[in-house]
């Protein structure tokens, strides 16, 4: 590899890993690859693991690297996965845009929103006893309100509680607390991201793709609601990707039209994609 100066022998040594890396492949050997912290480039452990989502594996801290030994063992040793079927287990994280918006219009929205989150609640646990729900709300800036529990009491006293928090849209922000809480999924359970929004990031605009990008590639699938007509739906796309879905409601009152739909996609466990016959 010939460059032509100092500034650029990291993109000398991106290349040189991702052939390596592939030359193993060619000898059958399985490339697993592990980043810690936020500062890892998720496209090129793609690139060294052959495009196989399932065989990189995302941390925040070295603290976490024991979960992440945990999974990279058992994708070594499995063999090939059955079709998808139910899954009776999903944990599932609601994203809530609290921004000013969503009351713009009308003072009654963030109730509504709060009566969406209270039916899709109630309908999932009764559906799934065993699923786990999260909270997370954001406008300029996000917060944890619930860690994942399959306790209907705790999400519907906690939803209860909600306020709406005003201001700007940082959805980069919401997502980076939905990891967090992701990092209690149970293996191997589904994992879901429900966003629901009225309209487009305005802070940390491109970010919000970045962090989906990373939950993607640590197995999380999204579920996207954009609300009234002031939503950008090719935005929501993006941060779904071809594995997401992306529902839209005409106002908030009609959130709770979709629940059902909400309900039917985390029965369906996600596609595994794993190397079969593995030593």
Do not use: H
Not at 1 to 26: G, H, K, V
Not at 176 to 201: C, F, M, Q
Request: one cysteine or more.
């Amino acid at each position: 590899f010939l460059r032509q100066t100092f500034n650029q022998l990291d993109m000398s040594f991106t290349e040189l890993i991702a052939l390596i890396a592939a030359q193993l492949r060619q000898q059958g050997v399985l490339n697993i690859a592990v980043g810690v912290t936020n500062q890892i480039n998720g496209t090129n452990l793609l690139d060294i693991v052959g495009n196989r989502n399932n065989q990189v594996f995302l941390r925040q801290t070295f603290n976490q690297l024991d979960m992440s030994f945990t999974e990279l063992i058992a994708t070594a040793l499995s063999a090939c996965p059955p079709p998808p079927g139910e899954c009776n287990d999903p944990d599932i994280v609601i994203a809530i845009d609290a921004s000013g918006s969503i009351t713009e219009t009308n003072s009654f929205n963030w109730g509504y929103m709060k009566m969406f989150i209270t039916r899709l609640a109630t309908q999932l646990l009764q559906d799934l006893p065993n699923a786990r729900i999260g909270i997370v709300t954001f406008s300029e800036d996000a917060s944890i309100q619930a860690k994942l529990t399959s306790s209907l009491n705790q999400i519907l006293s906690i939803t209860n509680n909600l306020v709406q928090i005003g201001y700007t849209t940082n959805q980069a922000a919401a997502l980076r607390n939905v990891e967090v809480v992701l990092y209690d999924a149970r293996i191997p359970s589904a994992k879901y991201v429900l966003l629901v929004t009225d309209g487009k990031p305005n802070v940390e605009r491109g970010q919000e793709l970045v962090v989906a990008q990373r939950l993607k590639l640590q197995g999380a699938r999204f579920i996207l609601i954009g609300v009234t007509d002031q939503i950008d739906e090719s935005r929501l796309y993006q941060i779904a990707g071809p594995e997401g879905t992306v529902l839209t409601s005409p106002t908030f009152r009609d959130l709770g039209d979709q629940v059902s739909r909400i309900v039917s996609s985390a029965r369906i466990c996600p596609p595994v994609q794993k190397m079969c016959n593995l030593p």
